[in-house]
């Protein structure tokens, strides 16, 4: 007799299995139009953002592949737009932030050094192909500082196709 059989035994069976714990039940994929739903919310519907992410929590970390690759989430949707109001609010609840959002909210004191140490994601493409300098132009007036600083290290571009 092995020893979990002789402990189990001697206690009655009182004693709980160390086995592993059955996994619950996976849940199924939130449809394709829900997400895509929520991500064209996020663009502008505060509204809409806030009420859908309450029924579906999960949202926050979905994506909508608007064709040949190009993901896009609600807080990126927000970013490209210069939507302050969403992408500071999805991010109070805990979503993925992207160098782009960050760009679109001016933190040029984030966006800099991660730039420094990998010098040529400044010319990474964003949603839809937009770069970081449409991300910061987008982001007004706390966009002007990142704005003149990407555009000195040659970033011109405000957008490149990818579709």
């Keep these: ?7 189990l035994s001697a206690t009655g069976g009182l004693l709980v299995s160390q086995a592993a714990p059955t996994p619950l039940a996976e849940p199924d994929p939130y449809k394709v139009e829900l997400v895509k739903e ?3 919310a996020g663009h502008g519907n505060f509204d809409k953002v806030q009420s859908m992410l309450k029924d579906y929590p999960n949202l926050l970390y979905s994506k ?11 807080i990126e949707g ?3 737009v210069g939507n302050k109001e969403i992408a500071n609010f999805l991010i109070d609840a805990g979503s993925r932030v992207t160098l782009f959002v960050l ?3 001016g933190r040029k004191d984030l ?9 040529k994601l400044i010319f990474a493409n964003g949603p839809h192909g937009f770069t970081l300098l449409h991300h910061a132009r987008a982001g007004g007036k706390e966009g002007e500082q990142l704005t003149e600083w990407l555009q000195e290290k040659g970033l011109k571009e405000d957008w490149i196709k990818i579709r």
């Design 1 to 7: 007799m092995d020893r979990k059989k002789f402990i």
């Design 38 to 40: 929520f991500v064209i």
């Design 64 to 74: 909508f592949d608007w064709g040949n690759g190009d993901f896009e989430a609600a």
């Design 78 to 80: 927000a970013g490209h």
């Design 103 to 105: 760009a679109m909210l």
């Design 111 to 119: 966006v800099k050094p991660v730039l420094e140490a990998y010098p």
